[in-house]
């Protein structure tokens, strides 16, 4: 039998979710959905609710649950999710977790697994700390992991790097007690419902790719 993987996947900035969320999907060949690139395609495509967002996103505002939730159960009833997706970026709150749980509910359909991706908070200082943004052609380096040929100069254009302010160790910090602040919620919710696994992504991105898919491949065996 055809194995379907309905998953969510949560992590801190700088944690490296959009990469282990690029890998595992690839690897259960299910469509990654990040919430950012589905309102920017329905905006886009100009659907009825693009066009809604599209006055939230134009005006700088938060765009509303209910537009996102249902942009978010239209993508889903899309051809590439029929093995499966993994949702990043989405839900955010346990009212958008809820509703989730309501769309795949009407589907007869429910979730398989929730992915909070974990490293440590001085790991994460390290990356983000780390990055350099060129100030002509936005191309970013990292001082450990992707350093220019020559120190704060860019490799493409010339231009000169710097370290930007929301890249500031203390900005760093700040956002991760933010992001565990309004995080917490939504993991207990999921939590109550046994939901939850943990992927260590402190050291190679390789081996919390290995780790996720053996915790799922084991999960489904139950
Ligand atoms: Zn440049």
């Excluded at 969320?21 to 100009?46: F, P, Y």
């Excluded at 007690?177 to 992504?201: A, C, F, H, S, W």
């Amino acid at each position: 039998m055809e194995e379907m993987w309905r998953l969510v996947i949560m992590g801190a900035p700088g944690a490296g979710k959009g990469t282990l969320a690029e890998r595992i999907s690839g690897e259960l060949g299910i469509a990654h959905i990040a919430t950012g690139d589905i309102l920017r395609a329905a905006v886009e495509a100009g659907t009825k609710l693009g066009q809604e967002a599209q006055k939230y996103l134009e005006a700088g505002e938060l765009v509303p649950d209910e537009v996102v939730n249902g942009i978010v159960g239209e993508r889903l009833a899309q051809e590439d999710c029929v093995r499966g997706f993994l949702l990043d970026g989405f839900p955010r709150t346990v009212e958008q977790a809820k509703a989730l749980n309501g769309i795949l509910t009407g589907r007869g359909e429910e979730l398989s697994r929730v992915l909070v991706v974990e490293v440590e908070p001085e790991v994460i200082v390290r990356r983000l700390s780390g990055r350099r943004v060129c100030l002509n052609c936005g191309a970013t380096y990292q001082v450990e992991t992707l350093p220019p040929r020559v120190e704060g100069v860019c490799d493409i254009c010339g231009g000169k790097l710097v370290q930007r302010p929301d890249d500031q160790p203390a900005t760093i910090r700040h956002r991760l007690v933010v992001y565990e602040e309004q995080t917490k919620p939504l993991i207990e919710y999921y939590e109550q419902q046994g939901l939850v696994t943990r992927v260590d992504n402190s050291g190679a991105i390789g081996m919390a790719v290995e780790a996720a898919l053996a915790a799922l491949r084991a999960g489904s065996e139950k």
